[in-house]
């Protein structure tokens, strides 16, 4: 008894910073309406910020600094320069991004959101100084006895400081005349509008506010929950689980359920030292928690969680129905075969690089932009192919292309199932990203389900004719390298015909408005159904191409964040049409232009950063991306 006592006071750090992110994200759905992915890199931002005034006194911002002292400077100086760096960074957030997106659709927001999350946990290794850094303590060292064990005085200050911050929000939200401003926008904006309230500068307070209280909690906890670059950042998974449990509606709510589930992930811990504990269950059971909590509430609460209401919503991004199928087909596939045959190296391995990431990203077309299922695991499923295609080639002996079918279809299955008959919109964002998290640590990072080494992978043969991707010093042969353009090319032409028809039909409808759609005639459970299938095979698909041209693959190679690359440059490329998907191949991770500017620029370590940055600016001003642009200026001419 005395374990599991010290085990959930253990607890207390993480679940006061799920917390706290948890009660923020309630408080800044209520007063915008958005599903604040960022929040847990407003976290990071304000913690790094401090470590390293701590260390040389120095003020980082995002560009530039400011020295402050020759020296470290006090702790509680720098705690509070850290926190009030922080809520100005979450205002800028606010009146850059998110004010100009108040009334835009969710898929806008999701991605606005999801971009800044990457632009700001892509700045941290970028501005600071990562290597070996090491958060010193701030609070106390004591312990207390109880029941028989020694629990450590800090977690309890931490816990009590979460708690706090949620009743503050309770407290403003319920008794505050700005408060109760705030929740009234939340029901009728145009109305509060006519009272002379302004819902922008009520949202600059939460956010404000939400900024400040989650950079004091994340600081105060990080020297016992640690100093990663990019950690925090998704700590907003347990907070949106937290806050989703309590519907976006209840601060306090949404704080003790962080608490809980920082307290049970401690537990599992426990548990996992237990004689007779699954091997497959010691490590990521943990990471997986806030999935099957967020598949829970919305799943079975999801009829409750509210809407915004706001004075109307921009329509998505327009949809131009494949035309001249055959002529594209064939002149992409021209360019593509005269890349490759003009380039070696490192260039013709990026080549071949985004033509298989024309095809991930083509998943998100089939998916967000037709169907309007806005889904951030797409890297996942190309994960789930190229897992099982190790497992198919080593193991079970199966000859090239079945390898690739197989591994497809086993990412088709964990696409459908995926709850999204019920959800919709920013909670399928969520649900998505906790999916794929989970995915990433409980199956492709799991030292039981994968070896140190990695996974290897078999080269492909047909008919005796080697496919394989190396041969001596040729990092990338013409031999592979033409077999995923055939690959990518039958498969594209079969998505263009496919939304050009009936379906795609099917899938715009449902996009629209899905009672209308289901009036009409429509089954709109089996349509989404279907688009997932779709997108989860074509994302499958690239998995095993990766996997091919890798020979092993590890859980890095299909990392949430590199998925969320790839959606930001979807999203830039233009993620309702085809020809988006094709200028997000060009340019996503380690494709065309990933060479270009680590190989003759030097700058592929701000990829990340560049990616994101370039996702807001999109969604901000540009929302039908590069495709949709050039689409409007030819009409135009």
Request: proline share 4%.
């Amino acid at each position: 008894m005395d374990q599991v006592l010290l085990f959930v006071t253990l607890g207390f750090a993480a679940g006061a910073v799920y917390a706290v992110i948890a009660t923020s994200i309630v408080a800044l759905h209520v007063a915008t309406g958005v599903l604040n992915f960022a929040q847990g890199s407003l976290a990071l931002w304000g913690v790094w910020v401090v470590a390293e005034l701590r260390r040389s006194g120095t003020l980082v911002l995002p560009v530039g600094s400011v020295p402050l002292a020759a020296g470290p400077l006090p702790a509680w100086t720098a705690v509070t320069l850290g926190v009030l760096s922080t809520a100005a960074l979450a205002f800028a957030a606010h009146w850059l991004v998110f004010r100009p997106l108040r009334t835009a659709p969710p898929l806008s927001q999701v991605v606005a959101s999801v971009g800044l999350m990457l632009a700001i946990a892509s700045l941290v290794p970028l501005r600071f100084r990562t290597d070996g850094a090491l958060a010193a303590p701030l609070l106390t060292d004591r312990t207390l006895g109880l029941a028989g064990t020694r629990l450590n005085v800090s977690d309890l200050i931490l816990l009590a400081v979460a708690l706090t911050a949620t009743v503050a929000f309770t407290v403003y939200f319920r008794l505050t005349r700005w408060g109760v401003a705030t929740r009234a926008c939340a029901e009728d904006e145009r109305a509060a509008r006519l009272t002379g309230l302004s819902p922008d500068r009520l949202a600059a307070v939460a956010w404000l506010s939400t900024g400040a209280a989650t950079a004091l909690v994340a600081v105060l906890a990080a020297p016992t929950v640690g100093l990663d670059p990019i950690g925090y950042m998704f700590y907003v998974l347990p907070g949106l689980a937290a806050a989703l449990l309590a519907r976006l509606t209840s601060v306090v709510t949404a704080g003790l359920a962080g608490v809980g589930i920082g307290c049970f992930q401690s537990l599992l811990l426990l548990a996992s030292t237990v004689d007779g504990w699954p091997a497959w269950a010691q490590a990521g059971l943990g990471d997986a928690v806030p999935f099957v909590l967020v598949v829970v509430a919305l799943v079975v609460l999801g009829r409750g969680i509210p809407a915004r209401g706001a004075p109307g919503a921009d329509r998505m991004p327009a949809v131009a129905l494949p035309r001249r199928r055959l002529r594209a087909g064939l002149l992409l596939a021209g360019a593509a075969g005269t890349a490759i045959a003009l380039t070696s190296g490192s260039w013709r391995f990026g080549v071949v690089t985004s033509v298989i990431m024309a095809l991930i990203a083509l998943s998100l077309v089939v998916l967000t932009g037709y169907l309007g299922q806005i889904s951030l695991a797409s890297m996942a499923f190309a994960g789930t192919g190229g897992f099982v295609l190790s497992r198919a080639t080593v193991a079970w002996g199966l000859p090239f292309p079945l390898t690739v079918l197989v591994s497809a279809g086993v990412a088709t299955l964990v696409g459908v199932g995926l709850p999204a008959l019920r959800i919709r919109g920013a909670q399928l964002a969520v649900v998505t990203l906790a999916g794929a998290i989970a995915i990433q640590q409980l199956v492709f990072a799991n030292p039981a389900l994968t070896p140190f080494e990695g996974n290897l992978i078999d080269g492909p043969t047909l008919l005796g004719w080697s496919l394989e991707v190396r041969r001596g010093t040729d990092l990338t042969t013409t031999a592979f390298a033409g077999t995923v353009v055939v690959i990518v090319g039958v498969l594209a032409a079969a998505v263009a015909r496919l939304l050009a028809g009936s379906t795609g039909q099917a899938f715009l409808a449902v996009r629209a408005n899905e009672r209308a759609a289901a009036a009409a005639g429509i089954d709109v459970a089996r349509t989404k159904l279907a688009g997932f299938a779709v997108a989860a095979f074509l994302a499958g698909v690239g998995g095993c191409l990766i996997g091919y041209s890798r020979s092993q693959l590890s859980a890095e190679s299909f990392n949430v964040v590199v998925g969320l690359g790839v959606l930001c440059m979807t999203y830039v490329g233009g993620i309702t049409r085809i020809s988006g998907a094709v200028i997000a191949g060009l340019v996503a991770p380690l494709g065309v232009l990933y060479t270009l500017l680590n190989t003759t620029f030097g700058l592929g370590r701000y990829y990340t950063l560049i990616a994101a940055c370039a996702l807001v600016v999109t969604a901000v001003l540009n929302p039908s991306g590069i495709a949709g642009s050039l689409h409007r200026r030819k009409v135009a001419a």
